[in-house]
């Protein structure tokens, strides 16, 4: 509220505003002209938005350089899951959030790598900040063989609940490593513990954030609601995730300096 300044957190691959040339980590100043100093971001979305068809001027900050975009408008498409065939037969499979598409997007994106031929699976996690609990859990399920433990939940008092695969198909016979970064958080890191110890998926990145709290949100009858905390969950072993996160096997923790377009695309 105080600089009228937005962060760009990210970008979704062939949208308007990918293709123009916004990337994450740009700051915007204006849209259409507008300052925002003393408004909120809802004024900031609200005026992003718009019509398919209709064009938009923004300005923004990388660095120390301000940049002029006119950008038109387009009904983008927001996938929860992304799949690419990449060098050497290795399949790589991205994975942005848990909602309720994400477990058939991903059963369906796994059938296209095996359908390849692929030796290896790289599954991305990095800047995946959760979502649904229930769809992180069938999104495991998918990797790890009936009976397997995926996570425990901690509930008030001393009950305890483990929740295991109900796989009744194969599951991928590859080796698997997982890309995490201080963004992957929540239900990210309940499948990255999960495949860690029941596939014995290599984790590889940076210490993930440390979500490990399950919330529940109750409607109310006068339009609000609340959101409240009802349990915390811990890995298989028993690891916690509140407060200390998931530790990479191999740590990677590359600096991307704004100006530098080849290590920004390295380390997409």
């Given amino acids: 509220d105080d600089s009228g300044i937005s962060d760009v957190l990210g970008v979704i691959p062939g949208s308007p505003a990918a293709r123009a040339g916004i990337r994450q980590g740009d700051k915007i100043l204006t849209v259409g002209g507008k300052l925002y100093q003393g408004k909120s971001l809802r004024d900031v979305v609200g005026d992003l938005r718009g019509q398919p068809g209709q064009d938009v001027a923004i300005t923004t900050l990388r660095g120390g350089q301000v940049l002029s975009f006119q950008i038109r408008r387009e009904r983008v498409s927001y996938d929860v899951v992304q799949t690419l065939t990449l060098p050497d037969g290795i399949g790589y499979l991205y994975i942005r959030q848990f909602s309720d598409r994400t477990a058939d997007a991903v059963a369906a994106a796994l059938t296209t790598v095996q359908a390849a031929h ?45 929740m295991v695969s109900h796989r009744s198909g194969p599951v991928p016979a590859l080796p698997i490593a997982i890309l995490v970064d201080h963004d992957t958080a929540s239900s990210g890191e309940l499948l990255t513990g999960a495949l860690h110890e029941g596939a014995a998926a290599t984790v590889i990145g940076q210490r993930t954030f440390g979500k490990g709290t399950i919330q529940r949100l109750e409607e109310l009858g006068n339009g609000y609601a609340y959101k ?41």
Avoid: W
């Avoid at 769809?135 to 305890?160: D, M, N, Q, S, Y």
């Fill in 118 to 162: 692929a030796r290896a699976l790289v599954i991305d996690l990095r800047g995946n900040q959760g979502g649904l609990f229930d769809k992180a859990l069938a999104t495991a399920e998918l990797f790890l063989r009936a009976g397997t433990p995926i996570v425990t939940v901690r509930g008030r008092g001393e009950h305890r609940e483990t």
């Fill in 228 to 268: 409240f905390t009802t349990s915390h969950f811990v890995l298989p072993g028993g690891q916690p995730i509140e407060g200390q996160g998931v530790t990479p096997d191999v740590e990677v923790a590359l600096s991307v300096p704004p100006s530098s377009d080849y290590e920004r695309h390295l380390s997409r």
